[in-house]
């Protein structure tokens, strides 16, 4: 029985993953090791929260004991580093936060596994490390081509460039030390039980309740979509058979426009749920500060040594993800209440 210890669990593609996980196999034991920050949520799991499987630990990646207690407690196989602050916005504002848990987190659990997996001066047989990274390392593209695993890292934002240290840590222990490490680097996630500060469901949200759609500059900027669960299946595809020392790009060409996802929405509500919901929500907002104009994965890598596919296309996986944030208000109710308003309005109404 293999033992996952899946760091940021509570989160959204975290949570997605455990799910996913305990639904593929019944033979695995996954340690949920989560802060719960504002982004992590235990509702995302109250399904499988008495699976006998499954055990919750809420703990900061940056406590060293916590950690190496975990790892004397149980037999760890394999580390899936979720743990992360994750939006662009507040990294803009607040950047010292994504330095400690991005990088600092990263390092102490890189450090950790090492120590608990070291004997004799070898790693022990069968164990990796797997960093969830992020296609944002990669900078910003023009008009043409695609980020391949060879392109240099050229982040910009706060967020993107803590994402591109600690994936030169995680290379450094590979490099130094020979750790069983994968890095992933995914571009952008859809789904159920996304913090509603993010794109999609932020503009289900205001859907539901009539309120403005800020769309940041000529709302024109590209992003690369992916249903949640393909990167799911990448990433225990990745962990099961990825190269040692490898990063895999995982993407499945999906790109639109800010714009256009804003619309899709829109028309999707409006033609289904209530016609009231219009185009007259959108508000063009001032630009995101160095806002990336477009991103765009080439994920032949994965495709060609793992036999990785994406199986949801995005004209379905966009009605699925409405309806899920429509059909579970309750849940979009509590992740709103208490900070969320105010961190809305200090963002959008400068405030
Ligand atoms: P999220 O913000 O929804 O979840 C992050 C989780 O990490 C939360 O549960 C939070 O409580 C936990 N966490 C934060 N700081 C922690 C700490 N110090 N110690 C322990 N737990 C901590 O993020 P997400 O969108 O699920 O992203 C997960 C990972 O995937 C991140 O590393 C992110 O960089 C990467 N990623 C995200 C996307 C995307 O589109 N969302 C795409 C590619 C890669
Ligand atoms: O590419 C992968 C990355 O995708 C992940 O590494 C990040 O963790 C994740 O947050 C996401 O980053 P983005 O900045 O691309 O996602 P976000 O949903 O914040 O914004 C998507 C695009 O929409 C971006 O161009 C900014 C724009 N936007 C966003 C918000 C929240 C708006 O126009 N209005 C908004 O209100």
């Known amino acids: 029985m293999k033992t996952y210890l899946v760091t940021g669990g509570a989160g959204f593609i975290g949570s997605n993953f455990i799910h996913y996980m305990l639904k593929k196999y019944l033979n695995i034991k996954i340690i949920n090791y989560d802060k719960l920050t504002y982004a992590g949520n235990l509702e995302n799991l109250k399904f499988i929260s008495k699976n006998p499987n499954y055990i919750f630990v809420q703990g900061d990646i940056c406590d060293r004991e916590k950690l190496q207690q975990l790892f004397e407690k149980y037999d760890i196989d394999y580390v899936i580093n979720f743990a992360a602050e994750s939006h662009v916005d507040?990294?803009?504002?607040?950047?010292?936060?994504?330095?400690?848990?991005?990088?600092?987190?990263?390092?102490?659990?890189?450090?950790?596994?090492?120590?608990?997996?070291?004997?004799?001066?070898?790693?022990k047989q069968g164990k990796k490390y797997l960093q969830v990274s992020t296609d944002e390392v990669y900078?910003?593209?023009?008009?043409?081509?695609?980020f391949t695993e060879k392109t240099p890292l050229d982040s910009h934002s706060p967020y993107s460039s803590s994402k591109a240290s600690a994936d030169l840590m995680v290379k450094a222990y590979f490099d130094t030390y020979k750790m069983p490490v994968n890095i992933t680097r995914c571009s952008n996630n859809y789904g159920p039980y996304q913090f509603p500060e993010k794109l999609i469901p932020l503009v289900i949200n205001n859907c539901a309740n009539k309120r403005d759609i800020p769309v940041y500059g000529d709302g024109l900027n590209i992003r690369d979509w992916l249903y949640v669960e393909d990167h799911c299946k990448a990433?225990?595809?990745?962990?099961?058979?990825?190269?040692?020392?490898?990063?895999?790009?995982?993407?499945?060409?999906?790109?639109?426009?800010?714009?256009?996802?804003?619309?899709?929405?829109?028309?999707?509500?409006?033609?289904?749920?209530?016609?009231?919901?219009?185009?007259?929500?959108?508000?063009?907002?001032?630009?995101?500060?160095?806002?990336?104009?477009?991103?765009?994965?080439?994920?032949?890598?994965?495709?060609?040594?793992?036999?990785?596919?994406?199986?949801t296309e995005f004209e379905d996986g966009i009605i699925k993800t409405i309806k899920w944030y429509l059909d579970n208000k309750d849940w979009?109710?509590?992740?709103?209440?208490?900070?969320?308003?105010?961190?809305?309005d200090r963002m959008y109404k400068n405030k």
């Open 90 to 123: 507040r990294s803009i504002r607040d950047p010292e936060v994504f330095v400690k848990t991005n990088v600092l987190g990263t390092v102490a659990l890189l450090d950790t596994a090492k120590n608990a997996w070291t004997l004799e001066g070898e790693f």
């Open 139 to 146: 900078g910003s593209l023009g008009k043409e081509g695609y």
């Open 235 to 311: 990433i225990d595809m990745v962990i099961n058979n990825g190269k040692l020392g490898e990063a895999y790009n995982i993407g499945g060409h999906n790109e639109r426009t800010n714009i256009y996802i804003v619309k899709t929405i829109i028309s999707y509500i409006h033609d289904n749920v209530d016609p009231y919901v219009d185009e007259n929500l959108i508000k063009y907002v001032e630009d995101r500060k160095g806002h990336d104009r477009r991103y765009g994965i080439d994920p032949t890598k994965i495709k060609d040594e793992l036999g990785w596919y994406p199986e």
């Open 332 to 344: 979009m109710n509590n992740v709103t209440s208490g900070d969320y308003k105010k961190y809305y």
